[in-house]
């Protein structure tokens, strides 16, 4: 799957992990974010933080028949209120994606899979 726009000069594809690379960019930028943690813990049972260049094995991204909808797995910091970095990365994330590839999100998930120090 990918985005689609038409425009007076062609048409503009962006792939999804071109959106996975872009949304898991964004997020570790937010405060309290240490990093992004693979979608398979669910199945391995432990999280690891995922390099810079990793960033899209921890975004799902979907069409359904709602929209695009985006999953994005991290690790937060120790000490933070997660609701509240929780709630903020969300807004982060669906603003920037939909500013910067003029796209509506219908939903933007975001699952903590892990607590760290920094120390």
């Known amino acids: 799957m990918t985005v689609e726009k038409k425009t007076n000069y062609g048409n503009i594809s962006v792939s999804e ?8 960019g964004i997020i570790t930028e937010c405060y309290g974010v240490v990093g992004m943690a693979s979608k ?5 049972g432990w999280s690891e933080i ?7 094995k921890g975004v799902v991204v979907r069409t359904t028949d709602k929209g695009i909808e985006i999953d ?3 690790i937060v910091s120790f000490g933070v209120k997660i ?5 903020e990365a969300q807004k982060k ?5 939909e500013k910067s590839l003029n796209i509506e999100l ?3 998930n975001v699952f903590v899979q892990g607590v760290r120090v920094i120390g």
């Open 17 to 24: 992990e071109a959106l996975a690379s872009l949304a898991g």
């Open 40 to 44: 398979k813990v669910l199945r391995d």
């Open 50 to 56: 995922l390099k810079k260049d990793n960033y899209a």
């Open 72 to 74: 994005l797995y991290i």
């Open 83 to 87: 609701s509240e970095v929780v709630q």
């Open 93 to 97: 994330v669906k603003y920037v994606l």
């Open 106 to 108: 219908s939903a933007v």
